[in-house]
């Protein structure tokens, strides 16, 4: 089971604002460790979303965004759209596990 | 533009090896401050990064712990492509199978590039 826990699901209504958590502990996101955010649309692989936590790559909408604050993070949706039902998911590095890599349990928007 | 093409089988038996391909196109397997990465997704497990091959002068590769007794990932610098091989499979590792590349961004790794997934049932 993963280290970085997020909420299973999440709704609103279109044009509204959602967030979603990442929590994490001591190990990886208290410890300063980067993290980013995955969306993962129905049927197609993964796509970077966040990372560092509040940088957009290109073409990834401004509604986007993220923040970080002790061993939590953050990623808010602004003006929900029907395009953005998917599951999303926090990366980051644990120490602890001396893992390169670990993901969380990941939240499905639904709008 | 930067595309992965996986390929392989989607069904395997149990003690047999996983085997599935990665094909490169718009970059270089052998490039700087890149790696190739298998990840694979399930319901049991989520997300979970497998391991990665780069290339810093020589060939390097890490493997995450829960498979490092049993994986091999390898590059085809000829093929411009790179693979994974898991060995003695279980129902267990059923999931589908994503190849992807890590780029450096800011101060961190970070998955930027994803192959179409592999589902790969584990069976008799």
């Known amino acids: 089971q993963s280290v970085l826990t997020q909420p299973p699901s999440v709704s609103g209504a279109p044009g509204q604002r959602v967030t979603i958590s990442c929590t994490g502990n001591?190990?990886?996101?208290?410890?300063?460790?980067?993290v980013h955010w995955y969306q993962h649309l129905p049927g197609s692989a993964p796509k970077l979303l966040i990372y560092?936590?509040?940088n957009r790559p290109s073409g990834v909408p401004d509604r986007f965004s993220g923040s970080r604050s002790g061993t939590s993070a953050s990623l808010a949706i602004a003006g929900l759209q029907a395009e953005d039902e998917a599951d999303y998911y926090c990366?980051?590095?644990?120490?602890?596990?001396?893992?390169?890599?670990?993901f969380g349990t990941g939240t499905k928007v639904t709008v | 533009q930067v595309q992965l093409q996986q390929s392989g089988p989607g069904l395997v038996k149990p003690s047999q090896t996983l085997s599935l391909t990665c094909a490169i196109s718009?970059?270089?397997?052998?490039?700087?401050?890149?790696?190739w990465n298998w990840i694979r997704q399930s319901p049991s497990r989520g997300l979970e990064w497998l391991g990665r091959?780069?290339?810093?002068?020589?060939?390097?590769?890490d493997y995450a712990a829960s498979v490092k007794s049993r994986i091999v990932i390898k590059p085809d610098t000829s093929k411009n492509q790179f693979s994974l091989q898991l060995n003695s499979v279980t129902p267990d590792d059923t999931a589908v199978y994503y190849c992807?590349?890590?780029?450096?961004?800011?101060?961190?790794?970070?998955?930027?590039?994803w192959g179409q997934g592999t589902v790969v049932t584990v069976s008799s």
């Open positions: 992807t590349r890590t780029t450096t961004l800011g101060t961190s790794s970070v998955f930027d590039v």
């Open positions: 718009g970059a270089s397997v052998s490039g700087n401050n890149i790696a």
């Open positions: 091959t780069y290339y810093r002068s020589k060939w390097y590769n």
């Open positions: 001591s190990s990886n996101i208290g410890a300063g460790y980067d």
């Open positions: 560092v936590t509040n």
């Open positions: 990366q980051s590095y644990d120490s602890r596990l001396s893992e390169f890599f670990v």
